[in-house]
C-alpha cells in the first residue's frame, strides 16, 4: 500500500537556523506531492506543492521542496526559519491519475523555533 | 470569500449519543472529504465523496456515516460515538481535476470530545 514517512517526529530549532524535513513516499510510478501546515489552533493551509517541471518547488513564506524521483523524497528546507514558523508540516501524496480519495498523508512533524 | 465551513467547531458530547458535524463549502467543488487527525498519526481518511450521492469510504470509516445530497454540503454522522472517536475533525474540499492534480481546501475543524 502507498504511504508517506517524515522522519522527524520533533524538531526544535532556534530562530535563524536552517530547516530541512524529510519526506519519502512508496509508490513507484508518478505522483503529486504536497507539503501542508498547521500553526497551533489552526486549519491545514497548502504550503507548496509539485506535480511536474523542475523539481525545486518555491511556496509561501519562503519555504521549498526538492523532489528526488530516485530517492521518493520530497523533503521541506527553509534557509532561516522565524518564531512564527512554529507549527505542524504534513507531506502528502497522491499518485498520478489518482482521485482526491486516495491522497495519503505522512503523520507529521512538529517544529518548534525558539526565540 | 472562498471557504470550507465546519460546524460545530467543538462539541463535548457523551457515547451513544448520535451526533453530525456539518460541513459547507462555497466553491462548487466536487470532491469533499473527511479526516481525523490524532497525535502521533497525521491524518487518515474517514469517507470521502467524489460528487453528489458518490461516496466511499477512506482508511478509517467505522462508526462514522457519511452523506452527499447537495454539492456544498457533506455532514459526518456518528450513529453512536464512542470515546475512541475523540478527536480532531477537519472537512476538506477540491475541484475535480484529472490526474489527482487538485489541492484540497481544509476548513477549521471539529474538535470532538466523546465521554
Known amino acids: 500500500a502507498q504511504s508517506v514517512s517524515q522522519h522527524n517526529h520533533h524538531v526544535i530549532l532556534s530562530e535563524a537556523a536552517s530547516l530541512e524535513l524529510g519526506c519519502n513516499y512508496s509508490?513507484?510510478?508518478?505522483?503529486?506531492l504536497f507539503w501542508y501546515v498547521q500553526y497551533p489552533g489552526q486549519h491545514l493551509q497548502l504550503l507548496l506543492k509539485y506535480f511536474s517541471g523542475d523539481p525545486l518547488v518555491k511556496g509561501i513564506k519562503g519555504f521549498e521542496a526538492e523532489f528526488i524521483k530516485s530517492k521518493f523524497s520530497f523533503n521541506l528546507r527553509k534557509p532561516s526559519v522565524q518564531w512564527s514558523d512554529t507549527a505542524e508540516y504534513f507531506c502528502a501524496v497522491i499518485r498520478y491519475g489518482g482521485s482526491q480519495g486516495n491522497l495519503i498523508f505522512g503523520k507529521g512533524t512538529k517544529l518548534s523555533v525558539k526565540p | 470569500e472562498a471557504q470550507v465551513t465546519q460546524n460545530p467547531r467543538y462539541l463535548i458530547t457523551v457515547t451513544g449519543k448520535k451526533l453530525t458535524v456539518t460541513c459547507s463549502q462555497n466553491?462548487?467543488?466536487?470532491?469533499m472529504s473527511w479526516y481525523r487527525q490524532d497525535p502521533g498519526l497525521g491524518l487518515r481518511q474517514i469517507y470521502y465523496?467524489?460528487?453528489?450521492?458518490?461516496?466511499d469510504k477512506g482508511d478509517v470509516p467505522e462508526g462514522y456515516k457519511v452523506s452527499r445530497k447537495e454539492k456544498r454540503n457533506f455532514p459526518l454522522i456518528l450513529e453512536s460515538p464512542s470515546p475512541n472517536q475523540t478527536s480532531l475533525y477537519f472537512c476538506a474540499s477540491s475541484r475535480r481535476a484529472s490526474g489527482g492534480r487538485e489541492t484540497q481546501y481544509f476548513g477549521p475543524g471539529t474538535r470532538l470530545l466523546v465521554l
Open positions: 509508490y513507484g510510478g508518478t505522483v503529486n
Open positions: 466553491m462548487n467543488h466536487e470532491y
Open positions: 465523496s467524489m460528487n453528489v450521492e458518490v461516496t
